[in-house]
């Protein structure tokens, strides 16, 4: 046999040896970098299971049962007979659905544009804009609990400011704000509007402050006009931005609750589902069925509105 072949049958039994050797796998991960992971993903997902997961679904259970919440023997099945008596016989139900939305049109229609509109004006690098910012931003950090103090203050008819710039304090003409079912959903929705238009407003600046300003200088020099260029070129690059405010506005109007609890709990033409759904959990007059159903409903109600706009917005995007 030559040199040549020799060297070829040594080459190959050496590659195969090779071949057949395991190879060994390097990890940039060491075991606390794993532990670590594992609690970043564990811990999150569990909160999330016992806070929103478990509690949806024991809701969903508990609305096809009779329960006073005393005692587990008392449970008794109920099928669908909760539904049946909130649609049917329940009074406060549909005026609170009427309300919550008249709630999401006035969000929408009202508190967004002027959040908006704020962002526009305080997004022109005026002269103290960090200050009017926190100032419009301080109803956002303020709870909806003390929120509802404020304008109760604002609103008191004897004493409130309203009334007294109005002229009518301390006078029988002076108008009861929150007593008269007839006008305190619209001085509740003013309420809101005060703490939804500050969020509004820092959501649209962040977006306002990431168009690349390029845009606005090709649109300029184009000849459009200030409108023109925030409305065809600004307005739809901050697309993301609109599919947040879209879906917050919709969760903020279906689950209003603090300012009209604090008010009169929800009662006296401030009917919300929310708060019969606390006013049917908690009390002497507990009926958990019922409060559970009208939990499922308004996690419907909020859901489906939600899931069409998405699922629309991405289908067109893809």
Do not use: C
Not at 53 to 61: A, E, G, K, M, Y
Not at 90 to 108: E, G, M
Not at 136 to 154: E, K, N, Y
Not at 253 to 280: K, M, P
């Amino acid at each position: 046999m030559s040199t040549e072949a020799l060297s070829r049958n040594a080459a190959s039994g050496v590659s195969g040896l090779s071949s057949r050797r395991p190879r060994r796998r390097f990890s940039l991960l060491t075991g606390r970098d794993r532990v670590i992971l594992g609690a970043m993903v564990a811990i999150p997902t569990l909160i999330q299971l016992v806070l929103v997961w478990i509690p949806t679904v024991l809701s969903v259970l508990l609305s096809f049962v009779r329960w006073n919440g005393l005692a587990f023997s008392d449970i008794r099945p109920a099928g669908l007979a909760n539904y049946s008596f909130i649609f049917k016989i329940y009074p406060p139900f549909w005026p609170a659905l009427q309300h919550n939305l008249l709630w999401l049109a006035f969000l929408a229609l009202i508190a967004t544009p002027i959040g908006l509109l704020l962002a526009i004006l305080l997004d022109q690098n005026i002269r103290g804009s960090r200050i009017y910012q926190s100032i419009f931003f301080t109803p956002v950090m303020l709870s909806l609990v003390l929120i509802g103090v404020i304008w109760q203050l604002f609103y008191s008819q004897n004493n409130g400011l309203l009334n007294f710039l109005l002229g009518t304090s301390g006078t029988p003409r002076a108008v009861d704000w929150f007593g008269n079912p007839s006008v305190n959903i619209w001085a509740a929705l003013i309420a809101a509007t005060w703490r939804h238009s500050g969020y509004v407003m820092i959501l649209y600046l962040a977006g306002l402050k990431g168009v690349d300003p390029s845009l606005r200088e090709a649109a300029s020099l184009d000849g459009a006009n200030a409108v023109q260029i925030f409305f065809r070129v600004v307005f739809p690059v901050m697309r993301p931005i609109n599919i947040v405010i879209v879906v917050i506005t919709i969760i903020e109007s279906l689950r209003a609750f603090d300012v009209v609890y604090i008010i009169n709990r929800g009662t006296n033409g401030l009917e919300l589902i929310s708060a019969l759904v606390i006013q049917n959990l908690v009390g002497e007059g507990q009926v958990i069925g019922v409060g559970s159903a009208l939990a499922v409903v308004l996690l419907v109600i909020s859901l489906v509105p939600i899931v069409i706009y998405l699922s629309r917005t991405f289908k067109k995007e893809s």
